[in-house]
């Protein structure tokens, strides 16, 4: 079973597109996260969410929003899809209070044309 | 604010060869320091840790040890395996996150 999945694992779309990255944790945290990795393969956070609840919220574009229905699920919708977006998005989950360790999934990467 | 640098990549070993990836920080005072490995296809999962200067983290043969005076988390191995090709994260801790590096991809061959 795997404990972080995101979906789907590779993203090609056009630019102006919407589209959703999901992400599910079966680990029983109550903590979720989104990183990206950028061009030049550094690992940026930039949500998280404690119990459905906000609780970072890094210097990301309006176009990006995430939605957590469930603690189990934390989900990435991206609007107007730019060329920029082009990168390895990560999701990961950890206990609060515990977010030294983080479970991460394997990645989406999503690229734009 | 904080910040993480590792060495570029790739690098590519021998069988049994000595690693060592470095790793320096820019924090405010002491934070923990985190070695983060990607096997290929799976999640970044915790390699091991240090949460003081002086500290040694080490796990599965890999060491690292926060020198606070270098502001460095080297991350070393003795003898690598073909099976530890993978993408290293270093990391610090910041204000309820972790803050990486880029990544170094590591290559062993047989």
């Known amino acids: 079973d795997t404990a972080v999945s995101q979906t789907p694992k590779y993203l090609v779309t056009q630019m102006g597109n919407d589209k959703s990255i999901k992400c599910e944790q079966n680990l029983g945290h109550d903590t979720m996260y989104w990183y990206k990795q950028d061009s030049k393969k550094f690992l940026k956070i930039m949500f998280s969410?404690?119990?459905?609840?906000?609780?970072i919220n890094e210097t990301v574009p309006n176009r990006f929003s995430p939605k957590s229905p469930d603690k189990a699920h934390l989900n990435l919708h991206i609007n107007s899809l730019e060329l920029g977006d082009s990168a390895v998005y990560f999701c990961?989950?950890?206990?609060?209070?515990?977010?030294?360790?983080?479970?991460f999934g394997s990645g989406t990467q999503l690229s734009v044309l | 604010g904080n910040s993480v640098t590792q060495m570029e990549g790739p690098v590519t070993l021998s069988e049994e060869a000595f690693l060592t990836i470095n790793c320096t920080y820019t924090a405010t005072g002491y934070p923990s320091l985190f070695w983060y490995v990607q096997y290929p296809g799976e999640g970044l999962q915790l390699l091991l840790k240090?949460?003081?200067?002086?500290d040694k983290g080490s796990n599965k043969g890999f060491e690292a040890t926060y020198r606070k005076e270098t502001t460095s988390f080297h991350l070393e191995k003795g003898s690598v395996q073909v099976s530890d090709s993978a993408v290293y994260f270093c990391?610090?801790?910041?204000?309820?996150?972790?803050?990486f590096g880029q990544g170094t991809r590591l290559t062993i061959n047989p």
């Open positions: 990391a610090l801790k910041g204000a309820q996150k972790l803050v």
């Open positions: 990961a989950s950890s206990q609060q209070g515990n977010f030294e360790k983080l479970f």
């Open positions: 240090a949460t003081k200067a002086d």
């Open positions: 969410y404690n119990n459905k609840e906000l609780i």
